[in-house]
């Protein structure tokens, strides 16, 4: 296991909570990140926010955060169960989810990603759909692909398509899920009393509005269509979902 350093009481890696003034000079109080680095020159604590965001402030303006609670233990549409930032050890990763999902089924992880990113994926997409390059699910599995209620316009992320999505923001997210599986497949037999040997190709889902509807028609089920579903809903064990800004994630 990978010892991580402690500057001003504070372990490198931890989440944290700007209580404080900032080098830039930012009203960021209140907002979480993770403790990234110490600068021994100034005597600075570095940041990385849960917004993709970097600050630097004085280890007076850096605390622990209190009174934080659980989804499904008390915590709002807003709270998580782990933070991963830049500093996060992949094998602490692994160990923490699986400890979730055995303690309550689920595990929400706060990513710090780039809210840019995250800005132009959604762009993106939007000028996929004007182009007439997402699609409608059949109304038989879209649910099953996207929740109960789910409406949306997608496309598959298959890296052998010319016609994937290629901006980052979504390959980071494809490469994560990926790197997620690997983590918790070690401890798939205890959770889920089978081990998990695959993972299925990523779907992005632009949200439907309601004046959308007639211009994206679901698209007509055929065979293949429903034998692929069922397929994958057969083997299925667990699915992971990437919620991107500006919305509250919603599950």
């Not at 609670?69 to 602490?92: M, T, Y």
Request: charged share 25%; net charge negative; aromatic share 4%.
């Amino acid at each position: 296991r990978m010892a991580l350093e402690v500057v001003h009481g504070l372990r490198v890696g931890s989440l944290v909570e700007i209580c404080g003034a900032t080098d830039g000079g930012e009203d960021l109080a209140g907002q979480l990140g993770q403790l990234v680095a110490a600068s021994e020159p100034d005597g600075l604590l570095e940041v990385c926010l849960v917004s993709g965001a970097r600050c630097r402030a004085p280890p007076s303006s850096v605390r622990l955060p209190t009174g934080l609670k659980r989804p499904g233990l008390g915590g709002d549409a807003r709270s998580f169960d782990i933070v991963v930032g830049p500093r996060s050890h992949e094998g602490r990763i692994g160990e923490e989810v699986a400890a979730c999902l055995l303690e309550k089924g689920f595990c929400v992880l706060k990513t710090c990603h780039s809210a840019q990113e995250a800005r132009q994926a959604v762009e993106g997409l939007r000028a996929r759909s004007d182009r007439g390059r997402l699609f409608r699910l059949p109304e038989e599995v879209e649910q099953g692909y996207l929740g109960v209620g789910g409406k949306g316009k997608v496309a598959w992320l298959d890296a052998s398509s010319a016609d994937s999505p290629q901006e980052q923001a979504l390959q980071r997210s494809d490469a994560f899920i990926s790197t997620l599986a690997s983590l918790i497949q070690p401890h798939s037999a205890d959770l889920l009393g089978t081990t998990v040997t695959e993972r299925t190709t990523a779907l992005a889902a632009l949200s439907l509005t309601d004046e959308e509807e007639d211009e994206f028609p679901p698209q007509d089920a055929d065979d293949g269509v429903l034998g692929d579903f069922l397929r994958m809903w057969r083997r299925s064990q667990m699915r992971v979902v990437h919620f991107m800004r500006p919305a509250v994630a919603d599950v």
